[in-house]
């Protein structure tokens, strides 16, 4: 399966939001509601921000919304903050008991 | 809280196999419906997930590496381990491993998110 296409970057000011997308075809995002969204700083594990497309597991800010329509799914983080400078990855149910990633946005407060 | 540990040698020379094993700590690997997961990340670039093995010792692997991955569990010790044969350059990468709870997709039984990772370890490929 080829990897979900996420931009490279994005980025917004302090207080600002930031929306990030995800496009996938009809077999994985569009498919399925099991989208989910990663935090990553440098040299530390992937986090887990976002799971079924908009459920935020316990801790993680309400600043972190997910959503989704037809084959892309999105990612914004509202009220940025200096912390929420980090690289982001989707992840999603792919079929066959197979999962797929995005390709990452590093998302930069400027 | 469940925590994830991954182990293994931090250097594999081409062609040979790539041994990884992850220690889960504080539940037990057997209890609950869960997807035990290898992903991998080069240096620089994103994630790439490798394959997982069921609660029940079911497996599934990427397409991509299938011909050369096995993935397994060890209710005994608490661990699930990773081998990925004939290994090249670009197979040097971090190597994470990641719990996934049992969803339903469909009405299918199916991997959800990846909620507990491991720190990591990288593997390095070099002779």
């Known amino acids: 399966q080829s990897a979900l296409t996420q931009p490279p970057s994005a980025s917004g000011s302090p207080g600002q939001s930031v929306t990030i997308s995800c496009t996938g075809t009809?077999?994985?995002?569009?498919?399925?509601?099991?989208v989910s969204w990663y935090q990553q700083h440098p040299g530390k594990a992937p986090k887990l921000m976002i799971y079924?497309?908009?459920k935020r597991p316990s801790g993680v800010p309400d600043r972190f919304s997910g959503s989704k329509s037809g084959n892309t799914a999105s990612l914004t983080v509202s009220g940025l903050q200096a912390e929420d400078e980090a690289d982001y990855y989707c992840?999603?149910?792919?079929?066959?008991?197979?999962?797929?990633f995005g390709t990452g946005t590093k998302v930069t407060v400027l | 809280q469940v925590q994830l540990q991954e182990s293994g040698p931090g250097l594999v020379k081409p062609s040979q196999t790539l041994s990884l094993t992850c220690i889960v700590s504080?539940?037990?690997?057997?209890?609950?419906?869960?997807?035990w997961s290898w992903i991998r990340q080069p240096a620089g670039k994103g994630l790439e997930w490798i394959g997982h093995?069921?609660?029940?010792?079911?497996?599934n692997y990427n397409a991509s590496l299938k011909s050369r991955v096995t993935i397994s569990v060890d209710t005994s010790k608490n661990q699930f381990s990773l081998k990925l044969s004939s290994v090249t350059a670009a197979d040097t990468a971090v190597y994470y491993c990641?719990?996934?709870?049992?969803?339903?997709?469909?009405?299918?039984?199916?991997?959800?998110?990846?909620?507990?990772w491991g720190h990591g370890t990288m593997v390095t490929v070099s002779s």
């Open positions: 504080g539940g037990s690997i057997s209890s609950g419906s869960f997807y």
């Open positions: 093995v069921y609660t029940s010792g079911s497996t």
């Open positions: 009809s077999s994985d995002v569009g498919g399925y509601n099991y």
């Open positions: 990641a719990r996934s709870y049992r969803g339903y997709c469909n009405s299918i039984s199916c991997p959800g998110a990846f909620d507990i």
């Open positions: 992840s999603s149910y792919a079929g066959s008991n197979n999962n797929v």
């Open positions: 079924e497309v908009s």
